[in-house]
């Protein structure tokens, strides 16, 4: 039997291809969303505004998709204290991360989503994690993913499996991914509905959607689309 999917999803440019990703392959796919205190409820509209769009846009994944489910972690993201649930800037550590790192935020967010998949009976996680663009986060490498696959299955007596095929891939090819799996609709929502700048502003409508256009994530963001258009815009295979 196909298994259903739960998609972790943060209404961002990656969780917005997961989805896309997810509804193209399971026959039932729910998403999670995690309120952790973030600086802005930008987000948490972005997820719906996404979900909505898709829904309209694409009958044959509207059948698909199945409710979001927002869970609030807001005690974690006390916990994390960092300058992505305060007011503190955007900087380098002296470990070498950005000040935007939350630790272990994924370890927790896989948790979180195992526990509800488990409820839902839905076998697959599906997760934007990527080591090729990433920030340098430790908990985004496919070898933590593995271990908390494994120690998930083990703890929870269950057989789920993580799935990140954002993975391998440059923030072009992300794009590249949108286009395969929805055409220009699916990049017309990433760019117009899907947020990832991390002050939370909308601001003006760039080529590659809304954001401050300076910070790090922006900047991505924004070189991954320009780099994808240089190309021609092609498509990708999963
Ligand atoms: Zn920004």
């Known amino acids: 039997m196909n298994p259903g999917a739960l998609v972790l999803f943060s209404g961002g440019q990656d969780s ?21 205190g973030q600086r802005h409820v930008v987000e948490l509209q972005a997820r719906l505004a996404v979900r909505a769009r898709v829904a309209r846009e694409f009958p ?16 974690f993201g006390a916990l994390a204290d960092t ?4 007011e503190r800037a955007i900087e380098v550590t002296d470990k070498g991360l950005p000040s935007t790192f939350v630790p272990g935020r994924n370890l927790v967010f896989l948790t979180y989503a195992a526990a509800l998949a488990d409820r839902r009976d839905l076998k697959v996680l599906v ?12 908990d985004c490498r496919r070898a933590t993913i ?15 499996r993580i799935e990140t095929p954002l993975m ?19 990049v017309a929502i990433t760019v117009e509905e899907s947020h990832t700048c991390y002050l939370g502003t909308r601001g003006t409508r760039r080529e590659w959607g809304y ?12 070189r ?10 092609p498509v990708l295979t999963p």
């Open 127 to 138: 997760g934007g994690m990527c080591e090729t663009d990433f920030s340098g986060y430790p």
């Open 16 to 36: 917005t291809a997961c989805l896309a990703w997810a509804l193209d392959r399971y026959a039932r796919v729910e998403t999670v969303g995690f309120d952790y």
């Open 83 to 86: 300058a992505m649930t305060t």
């Open 146 to 160: 593995d271990a908390m696959e494994a120690a998930l299955n083990l703890g929870m007596e269950q057989t789920f």
């Open 224 to 233: 991954g689309y320009e780099a994808w258009t240089r190309d021609g815009q």
């Open 60 to 75: 044959q994944w509207a059948v698909r998709l199945g409710p979001d489910h927002l869970l609030d972690i807001t005690a």
């Open 211 to 222: 954001g401050c256009g300076a910070c790090p994530a922006c900047e991505l963001r924004r």
């Open 168 to 186: 391998s891939l440059t923030k072009a090819q992300t794009w590249a991914l949108a286009k395969t799996l929805g055409g220009d609709p699916l």
